[in-house]
C-alpha cells in the first residue's frame, strides 16, 4: 500500500510545481512560499481532525517533537531555496537538480537509518546521479549566463535540505501517526517562512498579487498538502531509501507539463538523463 501511496505523491508534487511556477512569475519566491504554506497547514490539520489523530497529540515523545520541528525546518529552507531557482529558471533546468537529492537521502538512509545499500541499488544511484547531470549540464550549456549561476546554486541547496527532510522526517514519525507528524512539520515551515517574509518586508506586496496569481498558489498548496499526506504515510510504512526515489518521479508529470504549458523542450541528452533516471528508479523497486 505504501508504494501507492508514494506514486500519489509524486503525482501531486509534479502538479504542485507547474502549478507554483505560474503563480510566483510576478511574485516575490519567499512571500508565494508562504502563501502556499497556509494552505498546506489548513489541509494538513483537516486531515489530522478527519483521521482522529489530534487525540495523539500530547502522547508523543520528545525525540520525535524534535526531529519532526528539524524536519520542518529542513522542509522550509528546500522550498525557500526550490522556489527562488524555480522563479529564476526554467522547470525542466531546476527540477532535475532537485531531483538529486534521492542519491543523498538513500546515503543517508544508510548512514542513519541502517537501510540496506546493496549493489543493486548502488548501480540504481549512479544511473539516478548521471542521469541528473545529463540533464542539468545540457540546460546549463543551453544557457550559460551568470542568471543560470544562481538557480543552479538554489536548486542544489534545495535538494540538500529535501534529503535532510527524509531522514529527519522518518525518525520523528516513527511513533506518530503520519498525518499529524505532516501538520506539525508544517507548522514549523509556516512560522520559518513568515518570519523570512516579514524580515525582508515582503509581506507589503500582497495587496499587489493578481488574482490569477491567488488562484494558482493556492492551488499549488493544495496540491502540496496531497503529496505531503501520500508522502509521509509512504515514508511511515515504506524504507526512505526506495520511497524518496519513487516520489522523485514526479520529475516525468512537471517535464510534461513543462513542455504542453511552457514549450520547454526536451533536448536529446536531456532525454537520456531522464531515462536513466527513470531506468534507476524503477530498477529499486523491482531489484
Known sequence: ?????????????????????????????NLVTAL?????????????FIVGSQKTLFLIDGKSIVFLVLSGLATGASWLCYFRALQQGDVAKVVPIDKSSTVLTMLLAF??????????????????????????????????????????????????FASLTAILAK??????????????RTMVVL???????????KHREIKDIKRKSWAFIGLSGLATGLSWVCFFRALQEGPAGIVVPIDKLSILF?????????????????GVGLFMILAGTISLLVL
Not at 525518525?171 to 506539525?184: D, F, H, K, Q, Y
Not at 512560522?191 to 518586508?201: D, N, S, T
Open 1 to 29: 500500500m505504501w508504494i501507492a501511496f508514494a506514486f500519489g505523491s509524486a503525482f501531486f508534487a509534479g502538479t504542485m510545481t507547474i502549478l507554483a511556477k505560474i503563480g510566483i512569475r510576478d511574485v516575490n519566491s
Open 36 to 48: 502556499r504554506t497556509v494552505v498546506v497547514v489548513i489541509f494538513a490539520w483537516l486531515m489530522v
Open 111 to 160: 548512514i542513519f537509518l541502517g537501510e540496506g545499500l546493496t549493489w543493486p541499488k548502488v548501480l540504481a544511484m549512479l544511473l539516478i546521479g548521471f542521469g541528473t547531470y545529463l540533464m542539468a549540464a545540457k540546460k546549463t550549456a543551453d544557457k550559460g549566463s551568470s542568471r543560470s549561476s544562481g538557480w543552479f546554486i538554489y536548486a542544489l541547496l534545495a535538494a540538500v
Open 171 to 184: 525518525i520523528g514519525i516513527t511513533s506518530v501517526e503520519s498525518n499529524l507528524g505532516t501538520a506539525i
Open 191 to 201: 512560522v520559518l517562512a513568515w518570519l523570512i517574509v516579514i524580515f525582508q518586508g
Open 254 to 270: 512537471t517535464i510534461a507539463f513543462g513542455y504542453v504549458i511552457f514549450k520547454e523542450k526536451l533536448h536529446r541528452k536531456s
